[in-house]
């Protein structure tokens, strides 16, 4: 075997991680990858049988580690594994830091201590030569690499230099200092292909997509990748390379490739046919393909491969995305998320890389870069650390800028900066009232301003050409206040295009448009293009046109008094008092169906608690009476600040996202402990004051907690909350929990509850439970009436704990035991409980607890000798008619009680409804049987209706839901609605029953005047004389209901309701 290439990433732990199905996955992903006459010569069994060591040890012995690295991203990509891509990120980071800087990463101590040493390119290809000698190709690219960097052809050379002369502009062009941007920049170059000097050319075209929120720096890493060709640090790749900016393509009518790419370079016109003829040595840089305002579908249509034939510019472009024109080119592309939707039909095998801007240590070097005392940077940085929102919004360099720039100037006017970062709207206000002097009397301006920002978002657009401003009614003198003041900026290449310092900001001005006060021929002026209030916070409108969301919250923020007269102070406008109004009358704030989503109900959060107006928020939450929160750190803090207003609140369901709240971070993090201690500062009293609601709340009776990660601090405060005497919950169901020990400490919170009578615990984790809940089920004061443990794998010890505890319970009457495997031991110590005479139990389901016809025995002696039980299901389980014959035997004996017998999927069959038949022959406590899902046939049906004329059957609920029933048996079921006194509810859902047979009952139930109140059944063709028929029912029977299902079977067993609630 090869000697095995050195990776930047721990390929073996990664795969190790993966389990049997996805390891199997991978191997069949990476395949389809094209690698040449590598990972074809890997023979297939080798391959398949491998382990993921085995299969790293493999992968890394025959392939590149280039193509390996990228290789991997795009199959966990696929795989949808983001967690796995994110790591592997990382390591590739940190390995190209370690390797293109000899200093640590930019830290607050490092700062402190000196600035990092430059990149040496040429050190550089020294180093990775070294490390190149695994083919004569690698050492012979390198080469290539250092001859042309010192013979380069004229016309070349006047394209790189007047490129680099407009790049380095853009360093200059950027508030503040550019050192981290640049450091952000070279994090993500060896995740390029073309851009990583330890790559080979491969042997497939390379198309790259950056991605990611506005500002967080696509443009600049693409602008650096075309600045390091023209230092010569990619000559060895490209001969060529040409920067397309979407935004100013957008304004280019009829034109053809050639034209389109060098329009700009009239010195290379002549050369354009031999530049073209040698698409493999170009580099095209797309750059914001967001901006070019294409109609949906416009990129894909009239593909053409002639760069001489005039098309209109999405037409070209989508030709170069799609490979049809210069096919053997390099690509990189750069947009906003959502337009990937339109950009992943063009490609094919794309590498998609997020770009994530500043991450948290470049925030702190930022910090204490432009604050320069490290005592008020740190304060500062914490202070937007508490804010998940605005912390988050950090990452994009340009609001780290405009955050430490109103912190900064807080803090040098002796001012508390911390109510600031309270919200986005209160950081965005100082930001703007900062930049200018009280009464400034720019109220037109602001006016005007705010306009072109509305008109901009609501038709997706951030750059605006001169023509746009004289479109929108604003002139080019509106904007200089705002330009000398760095709202707005200039392009640098082009004086014709402005635009917002950050899209943020033009939310911000577009939440300014609806606030202000304005005469009403003036609003009406714009109403063809801008969306009033109501579709402004629509959630059609937010999925078509998500920059809308940011502006809406920003619209609540501006709705705060005092945010409106300090604006007013400033500027001289005049704000408008009507809006708070108009916002609690909107749909999503007002509407019957209000938050019929997750999505909408944390929209309306966080939309009020960027108001901070109280008042606005009791109006909004107090009609509520359930609601359901999915919660990330970015959601606890508006949560907090508006749950406490639910003052008729019955119901909560929590969600907590693990990754995302404090304490998630591994022991093996460094820093770790810090990271909590800090997370937890800013997390737990928000978390304290949303909990405080189970004590302040006496109508709050259910408690639903799924998919949740609780770190011990968060535990902590919610079981001192519902464990305290103020709490008055009734009903707690527990799912899906980590870590372990949350569902025993949530148990034991329970513990002597004087309210609690309800408690359901389900999911894989909580089999070391059961020791607690024997606690509580043995507490003097217990009120527990249901306890349901679902899917638990308990130990026969465990069992026969509960079992005990069970016989000294004196509250209990039901027990909810589905999914769970009841062993045979553990199964027999249940028994021996529900047979002991001071068992109070009344309601068991054993539903899926792989019993068999040998437990109905033991079943059957319960029925015998049980004083209480009235309920018992027995669902999913392979009991079989001999099963079916010894319940039976059971249920004949006088003194028996049960009720509800719920046989649902148990593999009965025409002989097992006999013995039933025989049964309610006779005068039976049995009022309710589910035979569901069993294939009953002609014969059983028979026997049933047999036993359902005869005066003594009790039965008052029949499911027979999917049990086979042809058109044959309608006859039999037709002679029971005729004479039955008893029955209430026939269920025959999804069983064909034919025209015919449906007809014959309802002219049967025209006439029939039995004591029927439901009727299920499926009718494949309503047809006019069934429709009359149906209508006559209606008039006779005005009590049944008859309720009709499609072909789709039901989610849900049909007597679920009369059973456990």
């Not at 075997?1 to 993966?18: I, P, Y």
């Not at 490129?163 to 062009?173: G, H, I, P, S």
């Not at 000559?235 to 034109?255: D, E």
């Not at 939450?621 to 970015?634: C, Q, R, T, V």
Request: hydrophobic share 40%.
């Amino acid at each position: 075997m090869a000697s095995s290439v050195r990776l930047d990433f721990n390929l073996q732990a990664l795969l190790e991680e993966l389990s049997q199905d996805e390891l199997s996955q991978f191997k069949s992903l990476i395949r389809t990858i094209t690698l040449g006459n590598g990972l074809q010569k890997i023979p297939q069994t080798e391959v398949d049988e491998a382990d993921g060591k085995q299969l790293a040890e493999i992968l890394s012995s025959h392939c590149p580690s280039y193509w390996l690295e990228m290789a991997t991203l795009q199959v966990l990509e696929k795989m949808h594994r983001a967690d796995l891509c994110e790591r592997v990120k990382e390591e590739l980071r940190e390995a190209a830091l370690r390797s293109f800087n000899k200093n640590k990463p930019l830290s607050l101590e490092t700062i402190r201590k000196g600035e990092p040493k430059p990149v040496d390119l040429d050190e550089m290809l020294v180093r990775f030569e070294a490390e190149a000698q695994e083919t004569e190709e690698d050492v012979s690219g390198l080469r290539e690499a250092k001859v042309l960097k010192k013979e380069m052809p004229g016309k070349e050379d006047r394209h790189r230099s007047i490129l680099k002369m407009k790049l380095k502009q853009m360093w200059e062009a950027w508030p503040g200092d550019s050192k981290e941007v640049q450091a952000v920049a070279q994090r993500y170059t060896t995740l390029i292909p073309f851009s990583n000097p330890r790559m080979l050319p491969g042997p497939f075209p390379h198309t790259v997509v950056l991605h990611g929120p506005a500002g967080l720096g696509k443009t600049t890493l693409a602008k650096k990748l075309m600045l390091d060709w023209t230092e010569d640090n990619l000559s060895h790749k490209f001969k060529y390379a040409f920067y397309l900016s979407c935004k100013k393509l957008s304004r280019l009518g009829l034109c053809s490739f050639a034209e389109l790419v060098f329009r700009d370079w009239p010195e290379l016109q002549d050369d354009i046919p031999n530049i073209l003829a040698e698409a493999q040595k170009i580099l095209f840089v797309v750059d914001g393909l967001d901006e070019l305002g294409a109609p949906p579908g416009a990129l894909i249509h009239d593909i053409c491969g002639d760069w001489l034939k005039p098309k209109p510019v999405p037409v070209l472009l989508g030709s170069l995305l799609k490979r049809k024109m210069l096919p053997k080119a390099a690509l990189l592309v750069t947009t906003r998320s959502w337009a990937l939707r339109d950009l992943r039909p063009l490609m094919e095998q794309p590498i998609f890389i997020r770009v994530e801007g500043f991450l948290e240590k470049d925030r702190r070097a930022y910090f204490l870069r432009h604050f320069g005392d490290e005592d008020q940077a740190v304060r500062a940085f914490e202070l937007m650390r508490s804010n998940a929102a605005l912390f988050q919004l950090g990452s994009a360099p340009t609001v780290c800028w405009m955050v430490c720039t109103s912190l900064k100037l807080q803090m040098e006017n002796g001012e508390d900066p911390a109510p600031t970062c309270h919200t986005r709207t209160g950081l965005f206000l100082h930001f703007l009232c900062s930049r200018f002097p009280k009464g400034a009397q720019l109220g037109d301006t602001l006016r005007a301003l705010s306009t072109l920002a509305a008109q901009g978002l609501w038709a997706q657009m951030s750059v605006f050409h001169t023509e746009d401003l004289e479109s929108f009614g604003v002139q080019e003198s509106d904007l200089r206040p705002f330009l000398d003041r760095g709202i707005l900026r200039q392009d640098r290449d082009s004086k014709d295009y402005y635009s917002f310092l950050h899209l943020s900001l033009q939310q911000f001005f577009t939440a300014l448009f609806y606030a202000l006060e304005e005469e009403e021929e003036d609003r009406d002026r714009h109403a063809w293009d801008i969306g009033d209030v109501q579709k402004l916070l629509s959630s059609e409108e937010r999925v078509q046109n998500p920059d809308l969301i940011q502006a809406g919250r920003f619209l609540f923020g501006l709705a705060n008094e005092k945010r409106a007269t300090e604006l007013e102070t400033t500027f001289g406008c005049v704000m408008s008092r009507e809006i708070k109004r108009e916002l609690l009358c909107c749909d999503i704030i007002c509407d019957e169906d209000r938050y019929s989503t997750l999505t909408d109900l944390k929209e309306v959060l966080h939309c009020l608690y960027e108001s901070q107006e109280e008042e606005l928020v009791k109006g909004a939450m107090a009609p509520l009476k359930e609601i359901s929160l999915h919660l990330s750190a970015a959601d606890v803090v508006p949560s907090s600040f508006c749950i406490k207003h639910c003052r008729n609140l019955e119901k909560m369901s929590l969600q907590l996202i693990k990754a995302k709240l404090p304490e998630n971070v591994t022991a093996s993090e460094s820093d770790a402990e810090v990271e909590r201690s800090q997370d937890d500062q800013h997390m737990l009293p928000f978390w304290t004051d949303l909990c405080s609601i189970f004590g302040s709340n006496k109508d709050l009776i259910i408690l639903e907690i799924n998919n949740s990660f609780l770190s011990a601090s968060l535990l902590r405060i919610l079981c001192e909350q519902i464990a305290s005497d103020a709490c008055h919950l009734q009903r707690v169901v527990i799912t899906n929990i980590s870590p372990a020990d949350a569902y025993r400490n949530l148990c034991l919170a329970l513990q002597g509850h004087k309210t609690v009578t309800h408690l359901r615990l389900g999911g894989s984790a909580q089999n070391d439970t059961l020791p607690a809940l024997c606690e509580v089920l043995r507490h003097p004061k217990c009120n527990l009436q249901y306890l349901g443990l679902v899917s638990c794998s308990a130990t026969t010890q465990q069992w026969a704990d509960l079992s005990l505890a069970l016989e000294v319970n004196r509250s209990l009457t039901c027990v909810n035991v589905s999914n769970s495997e009841l062993l045979d031991e553990g199964a027999k110590l249940l028994y021996t409980t529900l047979k002991h005479p001071k068992c109070l139990l009344q309601r068991l389901s054993l539903e899926n607890c792989h019993l068999t016809e040998a437990n109905c025995k033991d079943l059957a002696a319960i029925l015998v000798v049980s004083r209480e039980l009235m309920h018992l299901c027995l669902a999913e389980n392979p009991l079989g008619d001999t099963g079916v014959k010894f319940l039976c035997g059971g249920l004949s004996y006088p003194d028996c009680k049960l009720q509800t017998l719920v046989l649902w999927n148990c593999d009965i069959t025409s002989n097992g409804c006999c013995h039933l038949a025989k049964l309610l022959h006779e005068k039976s406590s049995l009022t309710n049987l589910d035979l569901g899902r069993n294939d009953i046939g002609v014969p059983g049906v028979r026997g049933l209706c047999e036993a359902l004329k005869k005066p003594l059957c009790n039965l008052k609920r029949l499911w027979l839901w999917g049990c086979s029933i042809p058109p044959a048996s309608c006859e039999n079921l037709c002679c029971v609605l005729s004479c039955n006194q008893t029955l209430i509810t026939l269920d025959l859902g999804e069983n064909s029953l034919g025209y015919s047979g449906v007809k014959l009952l309802f002219e049967t139930l025209t006439r029939a005047n039995g004591t029927l109140q439901t009727l299920r059944l499926k009718i494949d063709d309503v047809t006019d004389e069934l429709d009359t028929l149906l209508k006559e029912i209606e008039g006779s029977n005005p009590q049944l209901t008859i309720a009709t299902e499609n072909q789709e079977p039901w989610k849900k067993r049909p007597s679920s309701g009369y059973f456990i609630v």
